[in-house]
Structure formats: structure tokens, C-alpha cells
């Protein structure tokens, strides 16, 4: 079975101070591992994800097999990146997505 | 481009009762995932299809069921609603099947209240 764990429903940070939501998967296999973001009174959207290694709004998160995680991280919060942060997994048998139970992050002025 | 459309957005039922959703995917779309989002459960995935046919499906009863049209549109269909059915079912497409390539694009949702 695959699982995804996100341990902080609540995180909340100062602006201009560093942030990491974490995220930890089960899979036996090898997994494509994804972040959404739902900002408020807006649609599901993807932020990022690993297969792509890049950094959408200096948001970067890598995927370390050996600790099963994929933690998002941004080195200065933004006032704008208040938001609910999910992390997703699809396995190699593709066909169904596996989302964390979400991180609310609250960035303060 | 007109993102994915999902009616109605909001709907209000009675135990017992069926309800039919649906989902416009993005032009070229041809794949249409749907979630159920609780504030208890979070995002589970109902079903996937990929040209008519019914790839996956999840962990919910028979209660649960869709199909997709030769046009790539869905529909998802609850039937004898219990209140726990309450939630906001969210349609998502892809190009083609969910995979690591094939990226996601979600709907606004369908809230469904059931009283």
C-alpha cells in the first residue's frame, strides 16, 4: 500500500524566515512524488514535482529515498505563500494519486 | 484555455437520495481523475478513466459510480446518499493516464451537502 504522511496540519512562520513542510512516503517501489498548493478561494494546483528538479516560487524540494521524504522548502517566506500545502504520490502501477493530509502554512507579516 | 469545468458547483440533498456530477476536462484531455476532499479524510481518490474506461477505482462502495462520455467529459453518480457523503468532489484531467508526466489539473469542485 502506499502512504503519504505530512506530520504538521499547522506551521506558521515569520516572512523572511525559512520554511520546511514535511513529508514522508511508503512505497515499495519507486515513486513520483509531487507538491500541490491550495491558496485561498482557489483551485488545486501543482507547485512542483521531483521528476522536474526544478524551483517554481523558491519553492525546491528533494527526494531522498534513503528517509522516504520529500520536504518542501523555501529559504524566506513570502506573506503570499500563506496557503494548504499537499504532498502526493503516484506509484509505478500510475493510475491513482496519494495525497497527505495537508500543512497549513501561515506566513506572518 | 478554458481550465476544467465541474456543475453543479454546489448541491444540497437529503439521505436517501442520488446525485449526479459532472466534469468537462481541458480540451485534449482524455484522462479524468475524481477526489472526495472531507476535512476529516482529506483528498481520496473515487476513480480514474482514460478513453471510456475505468482504470482505477478506490476504496468506496458500490454507491460510488462514474463513467466517462466519447468526449472525454465524466460523471460520477452517488446513489441512496448517506450524510457522510458530505464533502467537495473534486474532478481533475490529464493529458493522458496520471503518471509522473502527465500532470493534473483539478476543477473548483462540487460541494455536496447532504442533510
Known amino acids: 500500500a502506499q502512504r503519504v504522511t505530512q506530520p504538521e496540519k499547522l506551521l506558521s512562520v515569520f516572512k523572511g524566515a525559512p520554511v520546511e513542510l514535511k513529508c514522508n512516503y511508503s512505497?515499495?517501489?519507486?515513486?513520483?512524488l509531487f507538491w500541490y498548493v491550495q491558496y485561498s478561494r482557489q483551485r488545486l494546483q501543482l507547485l512542483l514535482r521531483?521528476?522536474s528538479r526544478e524551483s517554481i516560487k523558491g519553492f525546491t524540494a528533494d527526494l531522498n529515498k534513503g528517509e522516504t521524504s520529500f520536504h518542501l522548502k523555501k529559504p524566506f517566506a513570502q506573506e503570499e505563500d500563506s496557503a494548504m500545502y499537499y504532498c502526493?504520490?503516484?506509484?509505478?502501477?500510475?493510475?491513482?494519486?496519494?495525497f497527505g493530509e495537508g500543512t497549513q502554512l501561515t506566513v506572518n507579516p | 484555455k478554458a481550465g476544467v469545468t465541474q456543475t453543479p458547483r454546489y448541491l444540497i440533498k437529503t439521505r436517501g437520495q442520488q446525485v449526479t456530477l459532472s466534469c468537462s476536462p481541458i480540451?485534449?484531455?482524455?484522462?479524468v481523475s475524481w477526489y472526495q476532499q472531507t476535512p476529516g479524510q482529506g483528498l481520496q481518490f473515487l476513480f480514474e478513466?482514460?478513453?471510456?474506461?475505468?482504470?482505477n477505482k478506490g476504496n468506496f462502495p458500490g454507491r460510488f459510480s462514474g463513467r466517462q462520455f466519447s468526449n472525454s467529459r465524466s460523471e460520477m453518480n452517488v446513489s441512496t446518499l448517506e450524510l457522510g457523503d458530505s464533502a467537495l468532489y473534486l474532478c481533475?484531467?490529464?493529458?493522458?493516464?496520471?503518471?509522473?508526466?502527465?500532470?493534473?489539473?483539478f476543477g473548483a469542485g462540487s460541494r455536496l451537502t447532504v442533510l
Open positions: 512505497y515499495s517501489g519507486s515513486p513520483e
Open positions: 521531483h521528476i
Open positions: 478513466y482514460f478513453s471510456e474506461t475505468q482504470r
Open positions: 481533475a484531467s490529464s493529458l493522458g493516464p496520471i503518471s509522473g508526466a502527465n500532470v493534473l489539473t
Open positions: 502526493a504520490l503516484i506509484g509505478t502501477s500510475g493510475s491513482r494519486l496519494t
Open positions: 480540451s485534449g484531455h482524455r484522462s
